[in-house]
């Protein structure tokens, strides 16, 4: 957790706009940024229904689609995000995020509205902000980008989980490949703390999935219940 | 009816809002529904019209709606009552968006008081007017103590109120605004809704969000989401029955509002969901006609 401060504070040299880096954003922002927008909200509402988000032409090195999506939907100068060491080491993406956003960038994780990040570079959610029993929405959201998501357990280097809670009717599957053993033994027992926790988005590609706090985590098992997770498209 | 679409007027913002407002609301919401029940501060803005006419419920739908939305908007039931059509022609105006009376049609649904009565369904988004957010409210003023009180699960106040009714009046007195638990979690009111209602909530298959313009407050509830409405073992919950049926379309199961028709004490019957009673209503012609040939 040292490290990757001190790697993020190093990175912090970087915060200014290089104007030569500046991709475009939204060709309509007003009615892209409202769709991005509602797609997220189904994502939230049904936790573990994917989700392909608005694209854009290009996105900065560093931010898959569906990241960079919800970051031009979301983040302006009312929050504050925090990047990886490795995102933070892109001078084109805190160059777009500073210049089309305006979004402040934080070098605490827990100081940190979102937090935006790479699988493999994040082996635990102790750096986040957890909110308070009296102000949990005060936490930190996490955007991971991994490497693969799918609704049926196909993949081979994957997490299988069993998800249920609000939002669910039954139950539904969900795979998020390249996660940590750590990260997700503490996702699973973060469950125990809600009201306060960590609500997360998965991204790859254009794919977005959302994990919110209050959905239960089982790691997969053989099950004869019936899931809803083929209907999830339907809306 | 579908009414076509309307061209945005000039000089606004889409829905009005301008889209950094939208932006923090859009947060507050994705807070709100990772947090089923509980209440998110949002920073309330000015709308053109004033705090109890729906404001919260305004600002939720301007920052949710999009071209391709459908809106209907209803008032203790109602599609033609002054607050519903101002709401209605304020979207249709501002972000040119189709409109409906059919709650079958509409993608969004912005509410005062009522639940429609025909079920909804996933994809489709309820939006609540919501006066007072707080539920313990009545029973301790203060936020920092109603706060204390939701973060420690400590809601023994809310039975005693209720054991108070039953002990003054022989049964639960209350009949609007009925306290819900949200998830098994947080206590919630629904908003002023009669108490008929509250079954609908639970398990619903469309997203319900709930915005307090006045006390700057949004709530949600993801679909298929448990909401049970307090009670006790010995004084199960229960909803208002009618011995009368709606005298325009003979409904024995809708929620009916008493309609005092002269001076001399007449009154009749309706069902307060006017959609739910002309759906009813046409098919009992159209079953009158069949009848006929």
């Not at chain 1, 935006?116 to 936490?139: I, K, M, R, V, W």
């Not at chain 1, 996660?179 to 998965?202: A, K, M, T, V, Y």
């Not at chain 2, 008493?258 to 009992?284: K, L, P, W």
Request: glycine fraction near 6%; include cysteine; aromatic fraction near 8%.
């Amino acid at each position: 957790m040292t490290s990757l401060q001190t790697l993020s504070s190093q990175a912090s040299s970087l915060k200014t706009v290089d104007a030569s880096l500046l991709i475009a954003g939204f060709e309509n922002p007003v009615a892209q940024c409202q769709q991005a927008f509602r797609q997220l909200l189904s994502a939230t509402s049904e936790p573990g229904t994917l989700q392909t988000m608005v694209a854009t032409d290009a996105q900065p090195a560093g931010l898959n689609t569906a990241s960079w999506s919800l970051a031009l939907s979301l983040f302006d100068a009312d929050c504050t995000v925090w990047l990886s060491p490795v995102l933070a080491a892109q001078p084109a993406l805190v160059s777009n995020l500073l210049f089309h956003c305006q979004t402040r960038l934080v070098e605490h994780a827990d100081e940190a509205d979102f937090a935006l990040c790479n699988a493999d570079e994040l082996d635990t959610l102790q750096p986040f902000s957890f909110g308070s029993a009296e102000y949990p929405a005060t936490s930190t959201s996490l955007i991971l980008q991994v490497p693969a998501l799918s609704d049926e357990c196909s993949l081979s280097a994957g997490s299988g989980w069993t998800l249920t809670g609000p939002g669910i009717k039954f139950s539904r599957h969900l795979c998020v490949a390249g996660l940590q053993d750590s990260l997700q033994q503490e996702l699973i027992h973060s469950r125990n703390r809600f009201p306060c926790g960590i609500d997360c988005f998965f991204t790859c590609d254009h794919t977005l999935v959302a994990l919110p706090r209050s959905t239960q985590l089982s790691i997969d098992q053989p099950i004869d219940q019936p899931t809803d997770q083929h209907s999830a498209q339907e809306s | 009816m579908s009414t076509p679409q309307m061209t945005q007027v000039e000089g606004y913002n889409f829905a009005y809002l301008d889209e950094q407002t939208k932006r923090m609301i859009r947060r507050a919401i994705l807070k709100a529904v990772a947090i089923p029940g509980y209440q998110v501060p949002f920073g309330g803005r000015e709308m053109p019209l004033p705090h109890g006419w729906g404001t919260g419920g305004m600002q939720v739908t301007a920052s949710v709606i999009g071209t391709d939305d459908r809106l209907k908007v209803i008032d203790q039931g109602a599609d033609d009552t002054t607050n519903a059509v101002s709401i209605r022609r304020f979207f249709a105006k501002t972000a040119g968006v189709e409109t409906t009376e059919k709650t079958a049609d509409a993608t969004l649904i912005q509410t005062r008081h009522r639940v429609p009565e025909r079920p909804l369904q996933n994809g489709q988004i309820l939006i609540y007017q919501v006066p007072v957010p707080e539920p313990l409210r009545f029973i301790e003023a203060r936020d920092s103590e109603t706060r204390k009180m939701h973060a420690l699960r400590e809601y023994g106040a809310m039975q005693v109120k209720l054991y108070e009714d039953v002990a003054r009046f022989g049964h639960i007195a209350t009949s609007y605004d009925y306290p819900v638990m949200v998830n098994g979690r947080y206590m919630m009111t629904p908003s002023p809704i009669p108490k008929f209602d509250n079954p609908k909530l639970n398990g619903m298959p469309a997203l319900q969000l709930f915005g307090a313009g006045f006390e700057k407050r949004i709530y949600a509830v993801p679909p298929y989401t448990e909401v049970q409405s307090l009670d006790f073992d010995d004084y199960p919950f229960e909803v208002q029955q009618w011995e009368e049926s709606c005298a325009i379309c003979g409904s024995d199961h809708s929620f009916l509002d008493e309609v005092i028709t002269d001076d001399a004490g007449s009154r009749m019957f309706v069902c307060s969901d006017t959609d739910y009673c002309r759906e009813r209503a046409q098919s009992n012609r159209e079953q009158a006609q069949e009848n006929e040939q």
